[in-house]
């Protein structure tokens, strides 16, 4: 069984939306738009979006972290939107496990989105029907692209490599490792809903320098000035009798 | 949640439909015992029966203003398997069917008894029409109910008392209404329907009350935390990833400050329950005068208006988990 999804580097990401706007570019020209603005220069501007960047700022000042949060359709693995559907217009596929909307069997209800605790769906205010992020399942399996472009938009745009595409059910692939060696994790684990696509967590780099690293106790320069006999000297490297 | 005004007129309306129904053949099963004497076929059951249609009718297509592609509502009967909603699709039409059927048996006067049961229960068509209606009513009702409570995201709708609410309330409104009905097409059955409208507001009343309290109490059970998976008490967001607002800042939200929420829901238990159980006792206890229609009518009227601002309540109390991607704008 394959399970296609997304890991979103937290730690790497910067928040610059390069991902969203090639998702809307690609998508929004693709199979799965258009992806209507409404009032795009007017006062309360609206739109159709499948992927978006939302920040959140973690702490008290000055102890602030800023993360960037992108946020897409999870292709869960228990999806509760695909049972409620009374058309059968939202599914999941059986052959890759990401979950679509059929535009033509959709009656724009609303009722998936109802259930989704994500807020993972959008209607189309134009076409009245529910959209969502499709992986981008006309691109990566299109063989007229080079081996290296059947990927969704927003991995290829990513400047910070943050979005990595994969089958999260193979134990060996660049996704299914990076979950396992770096945290990944799952959001809302709390309604069993399993989303495929996971998280890397923000991971602070620290740097710890011991004192003896700084000044080697045995150190020949400072050797001199020591007063003490030679065998009280410890010596991180066993050669302290120099 | 938005509270839609398509689903809030679907949802009252059969509701006062469903319980008319279940009222006039509330009655008929009276007759059947003896208890109450046997009305006009004609007068009472088809013409209540056609009332009722009205009602459902009316439902039916306030519920097309939800969608967004009404043209292709004929499929959404399809995954009754797994989807309540495809459920209350296929019953709200059967229940409609089956209620007119009944209707017209009792309009053609099928009432000569098929067969005898035990030699003391006669048994005719409007009987064996009417039970079929009453589970298809009971089972519209399930379904309305569990189309709200089977998303378990939702709280404040996650619970059985949603399924008892709509029982007790549709119940209520339709009891109500038998009573105003039977004030000029059937007088022997105003005590009755009466009685059992009371009786109706008030498991309503009670209902509708745990519910209320259940949903101010309880603590919801995702948080920024786990929504976003950062383990740090304080999270504050800065950006919700749209400029304008967009679906998910409208759809999942009653648009309406909490302070209004909280006013419409003392408005509609004074509506709903307090003044109709004071208008109904009023007009019981004045059967005989000129007193008890306008009474009876104030009573529905009333009812059914605190019935709109309670449902309209119920979608704007209902918090969403995904809100808690977009708290800021």
């Not at chain 2, 995702?222 to 304008?244: D, E, F, L, N, Y």
């Amino acid at each position: 069984m394959t399970q296609l999804a997304l890991v979103i580097d937290l730690n790497t990401c910067v928040g610059c939306s390069a991902c969203v706007t090639s998702c809307k570019e690609w998508n929004t020209s693709g199979e799965a738009g258009p992806m209507t603005d409404m009032m795009p220069y007017g006062e309360d501007p609206t739109g159709t979006f499948f992927n978006r960047v939302q920040t959140f700022e973690i702490g008290t000042y000055p102890n602030t972290q800023t993360v960037h949060f992108p946020k897409s359709c999870l292709h869960c693995e228990e999806p509760p939107c695909v049972p409620v559907c009374p058309t059968g217009a939202s599914y999941k596929r059986e052959e890759d496990g990401i979950v679509l909307v059929d535009y033509d069997k959709c009656i724009g209800c609303k009722y998936c989105s109802w259930a989704c605790p994500y807020g993972a769906r959008e209607i189309d205010e134009k076409q009245k029907v529910m959209k969502k992020c499709t992986l981008c399942v006309d691109r990566i399996y299109d063989q007229t692209l080079p081996e290296p472009e059947r990927k969704p938009a927003c991995v290829l745009a990513c400047p910070a490599d943050a979005r990595i595409f994969g089958d999260v059910h193979d134990p060996q692939s660049e996704v299914s490792v990076l979950i396992r060696e770096q945290g990944g994790y799952a959001l809302m684990p709390e309604w069993g809903t399993k989303p495929a696509n996971h998280y890397l967590p923000r991971r602070k780099q620290e740097m710890h320098i011991h004192a003896d690293e700084l000044e080697r106790a045995d150190n020949p320069l400072s050797k001199e000035d020591l007063k003490i006999d030679d065998k009280d000297i410890t010596s991180v490297d066993g050669f302290g009798g120099w | 949640m938005h509270p839609a005004f398509s689903v809030i007129f679907l949802t009252t309306l059969i509701g006062i439909g469903q319980g008319l129904f279940l009222a006039l053949f509330t009655g008929q099963l009276y007759a059947l015992a003896q208890l109450v004497p046997l009305q006009d076929s004609e007068t009472f059951y088809a013409h209540g029966s056609a009332l009722a249609l009205v009602f459902l009718i009316a439902g039916l297509i306030a519920s097309f203003f939800h969608l967004g592609r009404p043209e292709r509502a004929w499929r959404s009967a399809t995954k009754w398997r797994t989807s309540w909603l495809a459920r209350e699709v296929i019953v709200l039409p059967a229940a409609m069917g089956l209620i007119a059927m009944y209707g017209a048996a009792h309009y053609l006067s099928f009432t000569k008894p098929l067969f005898t049961v035990s030699g003391v229960l006669p048994v005719d068509l409007t009987l064996l029409i009417g039970l079929a209606a009453t589970g298809a009513t009971f089972a519209l009702f399930v379904c309305t109910g569990m189309i709200y409570a089977s998303i378990r995201f939702i709280r404040e709708w996650a619970t059985p008392l949603t399924i008892f609410n709509f029982i007790f309330m549709g119940g209520a409104s339709g009891f109500v209404l038998a009573t105003l009905f039977s004030l000029f097409e059937a007088p022997e059955l105003v005590a009755l329907f009466g009685f059992w409208a009371i009786i109706l507001t008030t498991a309503a009343l009670i209902t509708r009350s745990i519910s209320l309290w259940r949903n101010a109490n309880g603590t919801p059970k995702s948080t920024i935390q786990s929504a976003i998976g950062v383990r740090h008490p304080k999270i504050v967001q800065t950006a919700t990833g749209a400029m304008g607002g967009s679906f998910n800042t409208k759809e999942f939200r009653s648009g309406s400050p909490a302070s209004r929420v909280r006013q419409a829901k003392y408005l509609f238990m004074l509506l709903v329950f307090i003044a109709p159980l004071a208008l109904l006792a009023l007009a019981l206890t004045t059967i005989s005068s000129s007193l008890a229609w306008p009474l009876l009518a104030l009573a529905f009227v009333i009812q059914y208006a605190g019935l709109l601002l309670e449902r309209w309540t119920f979608f704007a109390d209902a918090t969403h988990p995904q809100n808690l991607y977009y708290q800021s704008m």
